[in-house]
C-alpha cells in the first residue's frame, strides 16, 4: 500500500501543472454546484420563514357570514362545535374593533383584535410584556410593522420613512424593530359625532404579530360594553329587525390543527360547515414547491460544470497511462498484480477529485459568507444579517464525497486499461 501511495504522489509531482489544472477544474466545479445550492436552499429558508411570520403552518383562519343564517356566524357556541372537530388543537376567536388610532404626530386606520389571554401567551416579544386581562381599558402589543404606514397628515410621510431616515442620520441600521412598549396610541371608536377617543397603552411589541394590534379578548368586551348605546355595541352587527344580538359575534377565528398533516383535512371540515377556511399551509407548499424547482435548476446548471471537471480527470488519467506505458510494463514484471494497478490509478483520480472538492468547498464557504451574505445583501439594500446563502453540513460532506466518487469514475476505464496491459505489449511500446 505505500509503494502505491508513494507512486501516486509522485506522479502527480512529475506532471505538476496538469495536475493543478486538473484540481483546478474541479474546484471550479464543486463551487458552481455548492454556492448555486446554498443560495437556492437559503432563499428557501428565508421565504419559509417569512411565510411562517404570518401565522403558524397549524393555523386554519376561519371566516364567519353575516346574514339571515346565524349558524354561519361566529359565535362561541358555534365555536365550541368547532373545538369538537377532530384534529382541532385550540380555537382562538377574534374580535376586532375598527378605527383611527393616533401616534404621535401620525394616524392610521388599523384594527385592534382582541384574543384569548392564551393566544397572548404565546407571543414572541421583542420588547416588553405580553398584556394581561384588565378592568378598565386594554393594554396593547404591537406587531413589529404595525405602525409602519400610519402617516403624518400634514406631510404624508409615513412613519417608517420618518423612522429609517433618522436612523441613517445617525448612522444606525435603518431597519432596526423600534420599541414602542410604554408608548400609548389614540384610538377614537367610530367615525361620526358620537366618536369616543380612548388613550390606550403600549406594553409590548412582537416578533410575529407583523401588521397587527392585538389585546385581550375580555377586557376588549367589557371595554366595548362601556360605550355601548342601548344595547348596541360598536362593532358588533344587528339583525334583520336592527336588535342587537344576545351574544358575541366575531369576524374571524384562528384555529390550530395538532398537526400540519391534518390541516388540509380540518380546512375541508370547517368548508363542509359552511365557513370559509384558509391556512398559511398553503403558501408555504407553494413556496416550498417554486423553490425546490429553483433548486434542481441551480444544481443543473453547477452539475454541469462539475462534470466538465470529471472529463477532465478522465483525460488526464488517460495521458498518464499512456504517458506511463513503461512503468506498467516494469511493475508487472516484477510480479504487480493487475488489482494493484487498478487501484493505484483509482486512487490518483480519487486523490485529485478529492483535493478539488475540499478546496471548492472551503472555495464556497468564502464566497457564499462574504460575497452573498454580505456584499449581496448590502447591495441589495436587505435587512442586515438576512442569509441568501446556506451551505448545511450535508452539503459540504456530500460534495467532496461526490467529486470523489466521479473523481474514481472517470478514472476507473483509464485504470482499467492499465491493469489489462500485458507486459510484452507494454515493451513493444517503448
Known sequence: M??????????????????????LGVVIGVISIVSLLAIGLGVKDMLITEAESYGSSTEIMVYGTEGKRKELMLTDRRLQDIAKLEFVEAVYPELNLNGRYTYGKYEGFMPI????????????????????????????????HAMDYCYNPSTGVTYLETYQSRNESQGLEKDTIPDYSGDSIDMQLGYDDSAVTQRLNIVGVSESASYHIYCNIDTLKKFLKRYSDNGVVLGQPLDMNGEPYSEWIYEDA???????????????????????AESNKEYVDMVQRTTKMIQILLGGIGAIALIVAVIGIGNTMTTAVYDRVHDIGVLKVLGCDPEELLFMFLMESGILGG????????????????????????????????????????????????????????????????????????????
Open 254 to 276: 384562528i384555529v390550530t390543527a395538532d398537526d400540519i398533516g391534518h390541516v388540509d383535512a380540518l380546512v375541508k371540515k370547517l368548508q363542509d360547515m359552511g365557513f370559509q
Open 113 to 144: 383584535t382582541g384574543v384569548p389571554q392564551e393566544y397572548l401567551d404565546q407571543m414572541t416579544l421583542l420588547y416588553g410584556e405580553i398584556p394581561e386581562e384588565t378592568m378598565w381599558k386594554p393594554e396593547l402589543v404591537v406587531g413589529s
Open 355 to 430: 483535493v478539488g472538492g475540499v478546496i471548492g468547498v472551503a472555495v464556497s464557504y468564502l464566497i457564499t459568507e462574504v460575497g452573498v451574505n454580505i456584499l449581496a445583501v448590502k447591495l441589495l439594500k436587505m435587512t442586515e444579517g438576512t442569509r441568501l446563502a446556506e451551505i448545511p453540513w450535508w452539503l459540504a460532506v456530500s460534495a467532496v464525497g461526490f467529486a470523489i466518487l466521479l473523481g474514481v469514475i472517470a478514472g476507473y476505464f483509464p485504470a482499467r486499461w492499465a491493469a489489462g496491459l500485458k507486459p510484452i505489449k507494454a515493451v513493444q511500446r517503448i
Open 2 to 23: 505505500t509503494w502505491i501511495w508513494h507512486m501516486c504522489m509522485t506522479n502527480m509531482r512529475k506532471r505538476g501543472i496538469r495536475t493543478i489544472l486538473t484540481v
